[in-house]
């Protein structure tokens, strides 16, 4: 008995400093499949969309869902979005009888219109779903991701994953793979590698159960293009709401996606008269601003110097793909504060500029 405890293989380094084996694989068929045991059997699992990195339980496991909380950092007050991978689940996890008719036909004309996509619907969630998924509301946001990969491994496991994005709570959110392994490693099981993200700006929250239809995040989704469909919604997330008691989204604090430098945002008028200094970085939203700023400084700049366009050619798209990717780069880099432009407010103009202007607060 004394010899067998005394010949006991060592613990690993692993073991012993408490981390577990965290996989670290590109998306492919099997690797899918190995991601789905793994959330299958209440792990957690880091998987590509196509706004950012989710960071995934088994929706009906709250355990699993404990866990997401836990390695988040995330305080227990804010619900998780529930992610399905076709809309006949929406049944599975949102309880549509509590509806009125009109508002049910709503929720389907938008699902059917802008499903699979980045925008998540709150919606009353059906009993299936645990209260801890939804921090105890009566409410689910529910969102079908248009990302092939995404698709598969919700389809694979349970039907249903409920996923924050893939970051500690209150940083940038990632995405890329390697954000989600830079902040969180080790604390996750696996994390599937499917590349940048297109969106790179988080889905269109909507909550249409209150009297009236609210934007309680912008984000993928234009209000625009929800307008079209069923006409007017309100916008529910100033950024000063918190302060005023208009708390509505828990996920809209102020300090959340922000970079741990400071930064100020800027009108297009306002940034082309910054003189250069040269512990700041200057992110502007087109090149041809960029050019202009560039022109009127009177000093050569050093070629040293943090100057970004997050689009070249002033394309809203390619700006929201890259934004928290180049912050991810600032947050790294030696520069000690950041000058950002405001996007075009319109279409995903309104997402870039809610994150800038949370990133600023
Ligand atoms: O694009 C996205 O939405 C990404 C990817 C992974 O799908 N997910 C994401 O999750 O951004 P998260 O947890 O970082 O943000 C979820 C937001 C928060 O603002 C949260 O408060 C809000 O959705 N939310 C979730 N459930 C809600 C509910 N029942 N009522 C009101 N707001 C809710
Ligand atoms: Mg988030």
């Known amino acids: 008995m004394l010899l067998k405890r005394f010949?006991?293989?060592?613990p690993t380094f692993a073991q012993r400093s408490n981390l577990v084996n965290m996989t670290?694989?590109?998306?492919?068929?099997?690797?899918?499949?190995?991601a789905a045991a793994i959330l299958r059997s209440g792990g957690l699992v880091a998987f590509p969309t196509e706004t950012v990195y989710g960071l995934g339980a088994d929706a009906y496991n709250s355990a699993?869902?404990?866990?997401?909380?836990?390695?988040?950092?995330?305080?227990?007050?804010?619900?998780?979005?529930?992610?399905?991978?076709?809309?006949?689940?929406?049944?599975e996890v949102a309880d549509l009888s509590l509806l009125s008719e009109d508002v049910r036909r709503k929720v389907f004309l938008l699902a059917e219109n802008l499903w699979p996509g980045p925008?998540?619907?709150?919606?009353?969630?059906?009993?299936?779903?645990?209260?801890?998924?939804?921090?105890?509301?009566?409410?689910?946001?529910?969102?079908?991701?248009?990302?092939?990969?995404?698709?598969?491994?919700?389809?694979?496991?349970?039907?249903?994953v409920a996923a924050p994005s893939a970051n500690p709570f209150g940083s940038?959110?990632?995405?890329?793979?390697?954000?989600?392994?830079?902040?969180?490693?080790?604390?996750?099981?696996?994390i599937l590698d499917g590349g940048p993200s297109q969106i790179g700006v988080e889905s269109t929250v909507l909550d249409i159960t209150g009297k009236s239809i609210k934007i309680l995040r912008p984000g993928g989704t234009p209000k625009e293009e929800i307008e079209k469909l069923i006409g007017h919604v309100e916008d529910g997330f100033s950024p000063s709401a918190e302060t005023s008691g208009g708390f509505i989204s828990p996920g809209q604090l102020k300090s959340h996606y922000s970079p741990q430098k400071p930064l100020l945002v800027f009108s297009m008028e306002?940034?082309?008269?910054?003189?250069?200094e040269p512990?700041?970085?200057?992110?502007?939203?087109?090149?041809s601003v960029r050019d202009k700023w560039v022109e009127t400084q009177t000093e050569n700049l050093p070629s040293s110097a943090f100057i970004r366009a997050l689009s070249e050619k002033g394309q809203v798209l390619e700006a929201s793909a890259r934004l928290f990717e180049t912050l991810h780069e600032l947050e790294k880099s030696q520069i000690s504060r950041i000058f950002a432009?405001?996007?075009?407010?319109?279409?995903?103009?309104?997402?870039?500029?809610?994150r800038l202007t949370r990133a600023s607060m």
């Open 7 to 10: 010949f006991s293989p060592l």
């Open 24 to 34: 670290y694989l590109p998306v492919s068929q099997k690797s899918l499949e190995k």
């Open 64 to 91: 699993a869902i404990a866990k997401v909380f836990e390695v988040k950092g995330r305080p227990r007050f804010d619900p998780l979005i529930i992610h399905i991978a076709s809309v006949e689940t929406l049944e």
């Open 119 to 160: 925008l998540s619907l709150v919606l009353p969630k059906s009993e299936k779903i645990p209260g801890i998924a939804t921090a105890g509301l009566p409410t689910a946001a529910v969102r079908f991701p248009a990302h092939e990969a995404a698709q598969t491994l919700i389809a694979l496991s349970g039907g249903a």
């Open 172 to 190: 940038l959110s990632p995405t890329r793979a390697e954000h989600v392994r830079d902040k969180l490693g080790e604390k996750v099981d696996m």
């Open 270 to 276: 306002e940034i082309i008269r910054l003189p250069y």
């Open 279 to 287: 512990d700041a970085a200057y992110l502007f939203f087109d090149g």
């Open 341 to 354: 432009q405001f996007a075009p407010p319109e279409g995903l103009g309104a997402a870039i500029n809610d």
